[in-house]
């Protein structure tokens, strides 16, 4: 715990956002709008309507004062995997959000797959889709990938020497597959 930690005015405080959040998920649930997402700070909605804009008039008059209710942004076409983990289509672009599709961690070609495929997806371009599809099956099929798709950039924490000094000293078990690689 930290020096000017209170625990429990911040367990109360969440507590009273989540019934805030509650209560603004049942109000669009009576208005026969859809929620896709709900985070700490904001709702993820579906569909756009022209009556929109009066609906969240509407909720910012039933919601305590000092929370404010905005439209932050309209998007074309939407595809939710998971919580917090979502792609969305605007202008003919895509935005990736969440670790479990785009991620530092993944390969470049299933990075690349992932983006292209969902942007094929989303347009609704479907024979667009299957020959991208069926091109990188060939791709990889053959040997075709190159080094660069198939390898990912580390950023070393420690010299290969310190590791190699370091991992004398420790249980085998311990040991980093990128430095044993290195060494």
Known sequence: QGLFNDSKAAAAMTERGQEHIKKVVKFFEQKEIGVADVDTDGIIIYPYSDALHADLIELEKQIPKGISISLEEIWDKAFFYKSKNYCVLKDGKIKIKGGALKSRSMEPIITQFIEKSLLFLLKGDIPAFIQFYESELVRITNGKL???EVC?????SQSPKEYSNKR?????????????RII
């Open 146 to 148: 190159g080094q660069e």
């Open 152 to 156: 990912k950039s580390l950023t070393l």
């Open 168 to 180: 004398l000293q420790e249980d085998s078990a311990m040991r980093n597959k990128v430095y044993e």
